[in-house]
Protein backbone atom coordinates (compact mmCIF):
# COMPACT_ATOMS: atom_id res chain seq x y z
CA UNK A 1 0.00 0.00 0.00
CA UNK A 2 1.34 3.53 -0.81
CA UNK A 3 1.38 6.43 1.82
CA UNK A 4 0.44 8.84 -1.31
CA UNK A 5 -3.14 9.57 -2.24
CA UNK A 6 -4.89 7.82 -4.88
CA UNK A 7 -5.11 10.44 -7.46
CA UNK A 8 -0.80 10.74 -7.62
CA UNK A 9 -0.38 7.20 -7.60
CA UNK A 10 -2.78 6.71 -10.27
CA UNK A 11 -2.15 9.65 -12.63
CA UNK A 12 0.05 8.84 -15.60
CA UNK A 13 3.02 10.61 -16.15
CA UNK A 14 3.72 12.24 -18.87
CA UNK A 15 6.67 11.53 -21.64
CA UNK A 16 9.85 13.60 -21.36
CA UNK A 17 9.87 13.20 -25.33
CA UNK A 18 7.95 13.14 -27.51
CA UNK A 19 7.17 13.90 -31.41
CA UNK A 20 5.84 17.19 -32.99
CA UNK A 21 5.48 20.15 -31.53
CA UNK A 22 5.64 19.10 -27.94
CA UNK A 23 9.23 17.85 -28.56
CA UNK A 24 10.47 21.33 -29.73
CA UNK A 25 8.80 22.96 -26.98
CA UNK A 26 10.44 20.95 -24.41
CA UNK A 27 13.76 20.79 -25.65
CA UNK A 28 14.09 24.74 -26.56
CA UNK A 29 13.80 25.79 -22.80
CA UNK A 30 16.08 28.49 -22.26
CA UNK A 31 18.66 28.75 -19.65
CA UNK A 32 18.12 30.52 -16.39
CA UNK A 33 20.58 32.66 -16.65
CA UNK A 34 22.32 33.98 -19.82
CA UNK A 35 25.86 32.87 -19.42
CA UNK A 36 27.17 36.20 -21.09
CA UNK A 37 25.00 38.06 -19.15
CA UNK A 38 26.26 36.42 -15.91
CA UNK A 39 29.96 36.99 -17.35
CA UNK A 40 29.35 40.69 -17.56
CA UNK A 41 28.05 41.26 -14.47
CA UNK A 42 30.69 39.24 -12.57
CA UNK A 43 33.20 41.40 -14.56
CA UNK A 44 31.38 44.71 -13.20
CA UNK A 45 31.17 43.38 -9.67
CA UNK A 46 32.85 45.07 -7.08
CA UNK A 47 33.36 45.05 -3.71
CA UNK A 48 30.61 42.14 -3.32
CA UNK A 49 27.91 44.06 -4.89
CA UNK A 50 26.41 41.96 -7.64
CA UNK A 51 23.16 43.55 -7.23
CA UNK A 52 24.22 46.55 -8.54
CA UNK A 53 26.82 44.94 -11.45
CA UNK A 54 23.21 43.23 -12.11
CA UNK A 55 21.06 46.57 -12.37
CA UNK A 56 23.88 48.21 -14.31
CA UNK A 57 23.79 45.70 -17.33
CA UNK A 58 19.71 45.77 -16.96
CA UNK A 59 19.74 49.18 -17.65
CA UNK A 60 22.79 48.88 -20.85
CA UNK A 61 20.40 45.94 -21.91
CA UNK A 62 17.59 48.62 -21.57
CA UNK A 63 19.47 51.15 -23.73
CA UNK A 64 20.34 49.10 -26.13
CA UNK A 65 16.95 48.36 -27.40
CA UNK A 66 16.29 51.95 -26.95
CA UNK A 67 19.08 52.95 -29.30
CA UNK A 68 17.86 50.12 -32.09
CA UNK A 69 14.30 48.89 -31.53
CA UNK A 70 15.69 45.61 -31.67
CA UNK A 71 16.53 42.70 -29.02
CA UNK A 72 19.60 43.51 -26.75
CA UNK A 73 21.27 40.11 -26.20
CA UNK A 74 21.75 39.12 -29.75
CA UNK A 75 23.53 42.74 -30.51
CA UNK A 76 25.22 42.31 -27.13
CA UNK A 77 26.53 38.92 -28.60
CA UNK A 78 27.30 40.49 -31.93
CA UNK A 79 29.67 43.25 -30.20
CA UNK A 80 31.43 40.63 -28.29
CA UNK A 81 31.80 38.39 -30.95
CA UNK A 82 33.27 40.89 -32.99
CA UNK A 83 35.41 42.67 -30.65
CA UNK A 84 37.00 39.39 -29.19
CA UNK A 85 40.57 38.54 -30.13
CA UNK A 86 41.24 35.29 -31.07
CA UNK A 87 44.80 35.02 -29.85
CA UNK A 88 47.11 36.52 -26.99
CA UNK A 89 51.01 37.18 -27.23
CA UNK A 90 53.25 36.06 -24.71
CA UNK A 91 56.66 38.04 -24.20
CA UNK A 92 59.27 35.42 -23.16
CA UNK A 93 63.11 37.59 -22.90
CA UNK A 94 65.93 35.39 -25.01
CA UNK A 95 69.08 37.60 -23.80
CA UNK A 96 68.71 40.88 -24.84
CA UNK A 97 66.17 40.27 -27.51
CA UNK A 98 61.89 40.05 -26.32
CA UNK A 99 60.35 37.17 -28.33
CA UNK A 100 56.77 37.38 -29.06
CA UNK A 101 54.99 34.38 -29.03
CA UNK A 102 51.23 33.95 -30.60
CA UNK A 103 48.74 32.06 -28.05
CA UNK A 104 45.42 30.52 -29.04
CA UNK A 105 42.64 31.24 -26.26
CA UNK A 106 39.86 28.88 -25.51
CA UNK A 107 36.50 30.08 -26.38
CA UNK A 108 35.68 31.49 -22.68
CA UNK A 109 38.96 33.37 -22.98
CA UNK A 110 38.29 34.97 -26.05
CA UNK A 111 34.79 36.32 -24.69
CA UNK A 112 36.00 37.51 -21.49
CA UNK A 113 38.73 39.81 -23.36
CA UNK A 114 35.94 40.71 -25.52
CA UNK A 115 33.34 41.82 -22.88
CA UNK A 116 36.74 43.38 -20.53
CA UNK A 117 37.51 45.41 -23.71
CA UNK A 118 34.23 46.20 -24.45
CA UNK A 119 33.32 47.89 -20.55
CA UNK A 120 37.21 49.14 -21.14
CA UNK A 121 36.41 51.11 -23.72
CA UNK A 122 32.91 52.49 -22.83
CA UNK A 123 35.04 53.60 -19.45
CA UNK A 124 36.69 55.99 -21.91
CA UNK A 125 33.75 57.43 -23.38
CA UNK A 126 32.09 60.41 -22.31
CA UNK A 127 28.48 60.57 -20.51
CA UNK A 128 27.58 60.24 -17.11
CA UNK A 129 25.99 56.77 -16.67
CA UNK A 130 27.82 53.98 -17.22
CA UNK A 131 25.20 52.29 -18.80
CA UNK A 132 24.54 54.72 -21.38
CA UNK A 133 28.01 54.68 -22.38
CA UNK A 134 28.19 51.17 -22.21
CA UNK A 135 25.04 50.75 -24.91
CA UNK A 136 26.57 53.27 -27.41
CA UNK A 137 30.05 51.55 -27.69
CA UNK A 138 27.98 47.98 -27.95
CA UNK A 139 25.86 49.89 -31.08
CA UNK A 140 28.93 51.63 -32.05
CA UNK A 141 31.05 48.31 -32.82
CA UNK A 142 27.92 46.15 -34.67
CA UNK A 143 26.86 49.40 -36.54
CA UNK A 144 30.83 49.76 -37.87
CA UNK A 145 30.65 47.90 -41.05
CA UNK A 146 34.09 49.28 -42.68
CA UNK A 147 36.24 52.19 -43.22
CA UNK A 148 33.83 55.32 -43.50
CA UNK A 149 30.68 53.32 -44.54
CA UNK A 150 28.96 53.77 -41.42
CA UNK A 151 29.24 57.04 -39.32
CA UNK A 152 27.67 55.37 -36.00
CA UNK A 153 28.81 57.24 -32.77
CA UNK A 154 30.90 54.43 -32.34
CA UNK A 155 33.30 55.56 -35.54
CA UNK A 156 34.90 58.33 -35.67
CA UNK A 157 34.27 61.20 -37.79
CA UNK A 158 37.30 60.62 -40.14
CA UNK A 159 36.37 57.18 -40.98
CA UNK A 160 38.60 55.19 -39.09
CA UNK A 161 38.02 51.92 -36.57
CA UNK A 162 36.17 52.04 -33.33
CA UNK A 163 39.37 52.03 -30.62
CA UNK A 164 38.28 48.66 -28.94
CA UNK A 165 38.42 47.69 -32.57
CA UNK A 166 41.80 49.38 -33.32
CA UNK A 167 43.19 47.06 -30.70
CA UNK A 168 42.07 43.80 -31.87
CA UNK A 169 43.67 45.02 -35.38
CA UNK A 170 46.46 45.50 -34.17
CA UNK A 171 46.90 42.41 -32.09
CA UNK A 172 46.53 40.12 -34.78
CA UNK A 173 49.18 42.30 -36.68
CA UNK A 174 51.82 41.97 -34.01
CA UNK A 175 50.77 37.92 -33.92
CA UNK A 176 50.77 37.56 -37.92
CA UNK A 177 54.26 39.58 -38.08
CA UNK A 178 55.20 37.00 -35.30
CA UNK A 179 53.56 33.30 -36.55
CA UNK A 180 57.04 31.78 -36.82
CA UNK A 181 57.36 32.20 -33.33
CA UNK A 182 54.38 29.49 -32.89
CA UNK A 183 55.61 27.04 -30.90
CA UNK A 184 58.95 28.31 -30.36
CA UNK A 185 61.01 27.12 -27.35
CA UNK A 186 64.18 28.01 -25.25
CA UNK A 187 67.78 26.98 -26.42
CA UNK A 188 68.04 23.35 -24.38
CA UNK A 189 64.73 22.69 -23.82
CA UNK A 190 62.77 19.66 -24.83
CA UNK A 191 59.69 19.53 -26.70
CA UNK A 192 57.32 17.07 -24.65
Same mark, same amino acid.
Given at each position: ????????????????????????????????????????????????????????????????????????????????????????? !???? !??????????????? !?????????????????????????????????????????? !??????????????????????????????????????????
Amino acid at each position: MSALPPTVTSTPLAPVLTSGKAASTILNIPPASDPLLALLVSILTTHGHRARAASMVSMALHHIHAFTRAPPLPILRAAVLRVSPAIKL !QNIK !QSTKRIVIPIALSER !QRVKRGVKALVDASALKAGEQWSIRFAREVVGVVAWEGYGVV !QEEGAKKDGSIPGVLDAKKRLHEEAMANRANVGWLPPGSRRR
